[in-house]
T-cell receptor
Framework: AQTVTQSQPEMSVQEAETVTLSCTYDTSESDYYLFWYKQPPSRQMILVIRQEAYKQQNATENRFSVNFQKAAKSFSLKISDSQLGDAAMYFCAYRSPLGGATNKLIFGTGTLLAVQP | DGGITQSPKYLFRKEGQNVTLSCEQNLNHDAMYWYRQDPGQGLRLIYYSQIVNDFQKGDIAEGYSVSREKKESFPLTVTSAQKNPTAFYLC??????????????FGEGSRLTVL
């Protein structure tokens, strides 16, 4: 069974600085999808970024980028120019390939990010 | 605006009572999910449904029940058999298999507290 591990329960970053959140996963599948979700204090889950395993190029979305290392099964999130609004719980998630038995996401335990002014 | 609506946002229950959490979506998604969130444990899948009138157990289905009579609706009942029901519950939906990249769209959640 697939598992997702986030080894940093809490992180802190100064406003305007860069922070990297770690995520590792375990799977025997060769094709899959990886996601980072943000959960602010409002508790609404928001998709931050998505990576397809068959793509070698790392995904980027404005100030958010990932470092996808398929062989190492690592999927870290880098937040550049951190803003106060980035303070939230961040979840890494894994999904089996399209056409699989289910579309369900498997989540890590989350990293709580604090942004210091 | 399209989205997922969960109700109620806050719910209090006495021990031994069943409660039902509502989840409605107008995104025309086929698949719907219920997750439970506890501190330090991330999100765990309770039940999911990929099509009307069909649903499957997730990782922690014991003490819960669901129905999927309409595409738009996927209510979750927390029964008295659930030993530790106090938690935050999230409903989600997604495009059907074979379409899009399968990201989940989430509601705002329901907080259930057992007194």
């Amino acid at each position: 069974a697939q598992t997702v591990t986030q080894s940093q329960p809490e992180m802190s970053v100064q406003e305007a600085e860069t922070v990297t959140l770690s995520c590792t996963y375990d799977t025997s599948e060769s094709d899959y999808y990886l996601f980072w979700y943000k959960q602010p204090p409002s508790r609404q889950m928001i998709l931050v970024i998505r990576q397809e395993a068959y793509k070698q190029q790392n995904a980027t979305e404005n100030r958010f980028s990932v470092n996808f290392q398929k062989a190492a099964k690592s999927f870290s999130l880098k937040i550049s120019d951190s803003q106060l609004g980035d303070a939230a719980m961040y979840f890494c998630a894994y999904r089996s390939p399209l056409g699989g038995a289910t579309n369900k996401l498997i989540f890590g335990t989350g990293t709580l990010l604090a942004v210091q002014p | 605006d399209g989205g997922i609506t969960q109700s109620p946002k806050y719910l209090f229950r006495k021990e031994g009572q069943n409660v039902t959490l509502s989840c409605e979506q107008n995104l025309n998604h086929d698949a719907m999910y219920w997750y439970r969130q506890d501190p330090g444990q991330g999100l765990r899948l309770i039940y999911y449904s990929q099509i009307v009138n069909d649903f499957q157990k997730g990782d922690i289905a014991e003490g819960y029940s669901v129905s999927r009579e309409k595409k738009e609706s996927f209510p979750l009942t927390v029964t008295s058999a659930q030993k530790n029901p106090t938690a935050f519950y999230l409903c989600a939906s997604s495009f059907p298999r074979g379409a899009n990249t399968g990201e989940l769209f989430f509601g705002e959640g329901s907080r259930l507290t057992v007194l």
